[in-house]
């Protein structure tokens, strides 16, 4: 099961969801842009799936699901805040954030209680 939930959440990011600098640079940088910065995506969003998933093999779907969900959440925010906001370091920080919000959320709704 985990195995076809993980191709289909690579297949959908990669081939499905938008990228997320195309308001920040032209069109004809937005890829180079993508492929240097786009994996500071992939690090806040596997940051944020741990804040509540602790990896097991009979369960590891859940991970995969919870990781492609907080990726597309966080390239769709970027989409939307970057329509408006073009500054990049007011978006950096706006999107980081937005990051601790969505960690401390679902480490309080899913995982281990945060104690403040």
């Not at 969801?17 to 992939?42: H, R, T």
């Not at 925010?77 to 959320?105: G, K, R």
């Amino acid at each position: 099961m985990y195995k076809i939930i993980s191709l289909i959440s690579f297949a959908l990011r990669q081939f499905v969801l938008p990228n997320p600098f195309i308001n920040l640079v032209d069109k004809a940088y937005a890829e180079l842009c993508n492929c240097l910065f786009g994996g500071i995506f992939v690090f806040f969003a596997y940051v944020i799936t741990g804040s509540w998933y602790v990896s097991s093999k009979e369960e590891a779907w859940k991970g995969s699901v919870g990781f492609l969900i907080n990726y597309g959440f966080l390239t769709s925010i970027t989409i939307v805040v970057s329509y408006f906001i073009h500054n990049i370091y007011c978006l950096a920080c706006i999107i980081l954030f937005i990051v601790i919000i969505l960690y401390i959320t679902e480490r309080k709704l899913f995982g281990n209680k945060i104690p403040f």
